[in-house]
Structure formats: structure tokens, C-alpha cells
């Protein structure tokens, strides 16, 4: 859905721009309304896959989400047919894990921005080629361990033999880390660095360099090319980055499992407890779709305003 | 490396400290560990006893800690099925799996007081006794036989007993603890920060109920309202909600928990200083039974590994390995007498009087749930 917004829209193929060979042996309106025809086909099946996709395992099971959570929790636990909005009615009852996906996503998307920025910066302009292909493959490499195995082991950096033993050895006093918002924060910044790193790289190295250098000819201070030149043009990468890890951040369940003891308790996590524990799939599809409305609400405002830093119009995924 | 020093090698993984108990057990998920086996069928070449029968893989289904793998390898080489393990963490997850369907299945491990809620929905079959030679119902406790059998049909075998107490790390927690009210006063106050709860509606509001006085098994509304104020009144002080409990107790991250006996056996043989305690108001005793669930794909597997399961010498190694009681008379002939006297696995006659089953109604009553879940979202 998300790429769907973020595409550019496809462009149409105008009358007469068809390939122009028929155009030899045919008058003119014909070989153009072929062609037309023709492409019009390729573009369908192209589109077909995809747009089977998008209905069967997305629109469909939406639907089917939307019909739950008007229905009843069924004696034994499931769904039951019937018409109400007291699941949604309900929905104060989750207060806490919306206030900690709302607070937390966000404060998460802006920390992963803030570290990923200089690292991104270092990586496209001030690194020599050869160093720069050895710190690309290092961002990669996490990649090739499961996401899982990778947050598990912060289990033990943060607990209590870990991370706080040597606070404590240095003589700064007792920390508690694992189980609370922090670590939970930084399991979030570790996991979706690199999803920020990569798309604000990408706009840095296509940056042409000789507009730094004409600003700087022109009396521009670094850190004010940086403000004026720099952050702008890097500003669609910056975009894109904060989109990818928010959205993916929003739905986070795992990280604030393992990280959070089920202390800190995303929107995921009561997800996963409403249909796995308790049974009540109408109320869990009624938070499900409180997340969607969410989500599509805030990605919407989102692009509106950052449109309006010019940069809108070319966001790329990557 | 040869075949036999790979399989040594990967099992030593399986059991070492980052272990799929805890892997599993934590993110609560019920994924599947795949047992070596499994992943790489072809290291174990069928035997041709069974193999025509019962084909090459069963799906055990069952709980953190609860076996000897070592088992589970003669049974792969005595009749070439491979068996495949999930581990789960509460009995909601499991009926949760089985009502959504298409789990393929072929054993489980459920808890007494869902026997009846499983063959109400029509979700696990009568047992074919005949296919389960090794099991006696005239050896086993007649309690623990009565709870899998409803209107004189077996549905379920008894696989062993326990009670739900707490660990106490008495190296840090010097106070003498005897009651679930102690529990949940010293987790509240002095030992902020250092108590955990199960990730479990049965236990985790039963011992909240058992503060007050009342039935573990609790319906009642205002009783449940009590619960719910302590749970809520409880949790920022808590260290964790989560039944895998074994690695932040032996770590000294968490200093007491809600325990299971074997949990509490297996924990005090490597540091004597956590100590079991069952609460003097009473709390839970159960016992856990294989069933086997409708549909079964390796049906005929999951009844052998029942079976073999049940043997006694087989039993025996089991209990050795997971230090939870057995209630078959033959397979506690064959263990050692301490462990028989254990007070741990076998707690004084005035401790367990008070004790209650699990009832069927904890299962699908929709108010524990949700306060369950609420106590988890707060």
C-alpha cells in the first residue's frame, strides 16, 4: 500500500507514440490505435500479478477484519456473527499499548535519524570508495542473522550480567535496562538502523558535490552548505527513511517482547495476546483496524507536509 | 566431522544455554524448533520395523522443559519417524492453534482442566487404547485417569503432575516466605523490581486471587475486580511477565517467581539457594496428559511416540530429566528413592491439601481473559 502511494503515477501512453514501424505499412489512426490496444494489454498483465495480490492478500483479509470487529467473542473463544460497535467502544481498554507505539515509534524513527544521518553523511561524501564498500558491507551484515537471534542477544547485553554490571563496575551506580522503554528504544534503533542509513545514502551520493563547492566559493560556511544545500537535497532520502522504519516501528511486536519482559507492550504485542491468548478476535480486529486508521492517517499528514519541502513529488524507496 | 559428531555437536547447541526453551518459551510465539532430525532427514536413515506404518515424522506439541531428547533420538532409531517439537507457553495458545485449525499436530500436551473444552469443540479424538500397549490405567493414580476420561471414554493419558508454587532466591531474599500474600507483598515492596509472573491467565490471576483468600478458580465478578486491582497494583514493580522464568532467576536479574515444580527441581539442583514454596492459602496442582488432536496427520506416529513416551523405562528417564512427578506406579519403581522423597516434586501432605485443579471454566471464561490481557497492555 505503501509503495502504491509512493510510486510515481504510471505514465499513460499518448496516441501516436506507438512503435513506429506499423506506421509504414498502416495509415497512421490505425497503427496508433493498435498499438494502443496492445499496450494497454501488456500494461493489464503486467499489472495482473500484482493486482491479485493486492486484492486476495490484502483487501480481502482487510474485509474480512472489518466484518470482525463488528461481530462477538464466541463462548469458547473465536468470532461469533453479530452487529455491534462495542468492540470498538472497548478500545480505551488498550490505552496503554497505543500510548506506548505513539510514543515510542516516533521517539525511535527520530533517534534512528539522528545516528543514521552522520554514518549516511561519512559513508556517501567523506569516505574514500575502498573504505566506503567495507562499511556498507558492515551495515549489511547484520542482515545475514536473523532478526530474531539479533535481538535476543541484546537480551543478555541489557540484563542485568550485561550492560549494568559494568555500569556498576565503573562505579555509576545500579541501572536497570532490560525490561524497561529504554531498552526496548534501543533494541528499536539497533534493529532498523540500517532501513535509515540506506535510503539517506543514496540521496547523499547522487548529490552533486560541485554545489557544495559553489557554495563554499561563494562564501558559505560548512555548516551553513550543510543547512542550505546539503540537508535539502538529502531531504527525500531523509523522508523515505523516517517513513520505512515508523511504519515498520508501529507495528513492532517482537522487539518490546523480548526487550520489554512484557512490561512495555506495543499495539503487536495486545494484538497478538487478543487472538493467541484470549480469543477475542472481534476486539482484536477492532484494534487491528484502530492501527490501520492510525497508521494511514498519520502517513497522509506525513507526506502533506513533506511535500511542502519540495522533495514530496521524487520520494523513492531507495 | 562425521555424521555421528555432527548430530553430537548440533544436540549440544540444541541444549546449551541459549536453548530453544528459552527461544521459544519467550517470544511465545509456538514457532516450531525443528529437531535436528527434521532439518536433515537423510542423517537418519529409516529402520524398516516401522517405517512402512508409521512414516518419517511425527509433531509433538508440548511444553518448555518437559523432556529427555535423549528420548526422543532411540525413538527415531528404534522406528525411523523423526519427531518435531513445539514448545508453547500457555494452554490459551494451544486451544487457540487448534480452534484456527490446520496445526498438523499428531501429539499434544494438555493440561486437565481443558480436557473437556477440547472434546466439547470436537478437537481431539477417544483414544484407541489398544494402539497405547504401555499404558496401564490400573498403575496410575486414579485421580490423574479420571481427568482424561469423560463418560467413561478415555481422551486423554496421564504424562505427570505438579504444583504451581514460587522460586525464591533465598541468598537475596532473606525473609521466610510461606504465603502467596508474602509473594505478592515482598514483590510489591522491599523486592521491587525483582518478581516475575507467568504469561498464563490460569496462574497469574489465580495466585492474585489466592492473596485474598479466594478459590484459584475464581469466576466470581468482584472477586475477579480484586485480582485485577492487585495485578494492575502490582505491575510496575514487577520484573517481567513471562513463564520462561528459568534464565532471569539464574542470572539474578529476577530474585522470585510463580513456579512449576520441575522448573523449580531443575533450577535448585544447580543453585540449592532458590527454593520452591507453596503458598499456605493453596494455589494449583494439575497434571498434563497426551491427547490427540482431530485430524492428526502422522496419527499412527503420535500414538507410537505416546506410547514409547509411556513406557516406564522410557517414563523414567523422562522424570529424571524434566523433575516433575509421575503419577504410574511402574515408572516410580524405577527411581531412585530420594527423588521419590523429593520435597520439591512430592510436597508435604498439609501443602497440598489446599491445592485446587484447574477448572474447565478458567479456560474460556472471557472475563479472565481480558483481564489477563489488560494486566499485560497496562
Known amino acids: ?318 | 566431522m562425521d555424521r555421528r559428531e555432527f548430530v553430537y555437536h548440533m544436540r549440544r547447541w540444541q541444549k546449551g544455554s541459549i536453548s530453544r526453551r528459552q527461544f521459544l518459551g519467550v517470544t511465545g510465539l509456538g514457532i516450531a524448533t525443528a529437531v535436528l532430525a527434521k532439518a536433515m532427514p537423510e542423517l537418519v536413515a529409516p529402520r524398516a520395523a516401522y517405517a512402512g506404518d508409521l512414516g518419517d515424522r511425527v509433531s509433538l506439541t508440548t511444553w518448555p522443559n518437559y523432556h529427555d531428547p535423549k528420548n526422543f533420538e532411540d525413538f527415531t532409531a528404534k522406528t525411523g519417524v523423526n519427531v518435531e517439537v513445539n514448545v508453547f507457553g500457555s494452554n490459551e495458545e494451544m486451544l487457540a492453534k487448534l480452534q484456527a485449525g490446520g496445526t498438523g499436530w499428531d501429539l499434544f500436551v494438555p493440561t486437565n482442566y481443558t480436557i473437556s473444552t477440547y472434546k466439547d469443540l470436537d478437537l481431539i479424538e477417544q483414544l484407541d487404547l489398544s494402539l497405547l500397549p504401555n499404558y496401564d490405567p490400573a498403575s496410575i493414580e486414579k485421580r490423574f485417569v479420571a481427568a482424561g476420561t469423560i463418560d467413561g471414554k478415555t481422551y486423554a493419558v496421564s504424562k505427570d503432575w505438579g504444583t504451581t508454587g514460587y522460586a525464591v532466591n533465598t541468598k537475596k531474599i532473606t525473609e521466610k516466605m510461606t504465603s502467596w500474600k508474602d509473594f505478592w507483598d515482598l514483590a510489591m515492596g522491599k523486592y521491587t523490581g525483582r518478581g516475575m509472573v507467568h504469561d498464563y491467565q490460569l496462574t497469574t490471576i489465580g495466585n492474585a486471587l489466592k492473596y485474598y483468600g479466594y478459590s484459584f478458580n475464581s469466576i466470581d465478578p468482584k472477586e475477579l475486580a480484586d485480582a485485577e486491582k492487585l495485578l494492575l497494583a502490582a505491575k510496575p514493580h514487577l520484573f517481567a511477565i513471562n513463564s520462561d522464568y528459568q534464565p532471569s532467576m539464574r542470572n539474578g536479574d529476577a530474585w522470585l517467581t510463580v513456579c512449576w515444580t520441575g522448573d523449580a527441581k531443575q533450577m535448585h539442583k544447580d543453585l540449592p539457594e532458590i527454593e520452591y514454596v507453596i503458598g499456605k492459602e493453596g494455589g494449583e496442582i494439575w497434571s498434563d496428559f497426551y491427547a490427540i488432536p482431530k485430524g492428526a496427520p502422522h496419527r499412527a506416529a503420535g500414538y507410537a511416540l505416546a506410547d514409547f513416551l509411556l513406557t516406564p523405562a522410557i517414563n523414567a528417564k523422562e522424570v529424571l530429566a524434566h523433575g516433575y512427578p509421575s503419577a504410574d506406579a511402574r515408572t516410580n519403581k524405577l527411581l531412585p528413592k530420594e527423588l521419590l522423597e523429593d520435597p520439591i516434586m512430592y510436597p508435604a501432605a498439609e501443602l497440598l491439601a489446599p491445592l485446587e485443579f484447574g477448572a474447565a471454566a478458567t479456560l474460556t471464561n472471557p472475563a479472565r481473559a481480558e483481564i489477563m490481557a489488560r494486566f499485560k497492555s497496562a
Open chain 1, 1 to 318: 500500500m505503501k509503495r502504491a502511494a509512493l510510486s510515481p503515477p504510471p505514465t499513460e501512453r499518448g496516441p501516436g507514440e506507438g512503435p513506429f514501424y506499423f506506421s509504414i505499412f498502416m495509415t497512421k489512426t490505425t497503427a496508433s490505435e493498435q498499438a494502443d490496444r496492445r499496450s494497454r494489454w501488456v500494461t493489464t498483465l503486467l499489472l495482473a500479478p500484482s493486482a491479485f495480490w493486492y486484492l486476495a492478500l490484502l483487501v480481502a483479509p482487510l474485509a474480512v477484519v472489518v466484518v470482525f470487529s463488528f461481530g462477538e467473542r464466541a463462548a469458547a473463544g473465536g468470532y461469533q456473527a453479530a452487529f455491534t460497535i462495542a468492540n470498538y467502544l472497548n478500545l480505551p481498554a488498550r490505552a496503554a499499548a497505543f500510548r506506548n507505539t505513539l510514543v515510542l515509534a516516533p521517539l525511535g524513527t527520530i533517534v534512528c535519524l539522528l545516528a543514521a544521518y552522520p554514518l549516511a553523511y561519512y559513508l556517501a561524501i567523506k569516505s574514500s570508495p575502498r573504505i566506503r564498500l567495507f562499511l556498507l558491507i558492515l551495515v549489511i551484515v547484520p542482515f545475514w542473522t536473523s532478526f530474531l537471534i539479533r535481538t535476543y542477544a541484546w537480551m543478555f547485553i541489557l540484563g542485568g550480567r550485561g550492560l549494568p554490571s559494568v555500569i556498576e563496575w565503573l562505579g555509576l551506580g545500579e541501572v536497570r535496562l532490560i525490561n524497561t522503554p529504554l531498552s526496548v528504544l534501543i533494541g528499536m534503533v539497533y534493529g532498523y538502523l540500517p532501513l535509515m542509513v540506506f535510503p539517506i545514502f543514496v540521496s547523499l551520493e547522487r548529490l552533486d558535490k560541485r554545489l557544495i563547492e559553489a557554495a563554499a566559493d561563494l562564501g558559505s560556511n560548512p555548516w551553513r552548505s550543510f543547512l542550505q544545500v546539503t540537508l535539502p537535497l538529502s531531504a527525500p532520502g531523509v523522508i523515505t527513511g523516517c517513513m520505512l522504519v515508523f511504519i515498520l516501528l508501529m507495528g513492532e511486536y517482537l522487539i518490546p517482547q523480548l526487550l520489554g519482559g512484557g512490561k512495555v507492550f506495543f499495539i503487536g504485542n495486545a494484538l497478538v495476546d487478543l487472538f493467541l491468548q484470549s480469543r477475542n478476535w472481534p476486539f482484536g480486529s477492532a484494534v487491528a483496524m484502530s492501527l490501520v486508521i492510525i497508521m494511514l492517517a498519520t502517513v497522509t499528514i506525513y507526506l502533506r507536509v513533506t511535500r511542502r519541502y519540495g522533495a514530496g513529488r521524487d520520494v523513492s524507496l531507495l
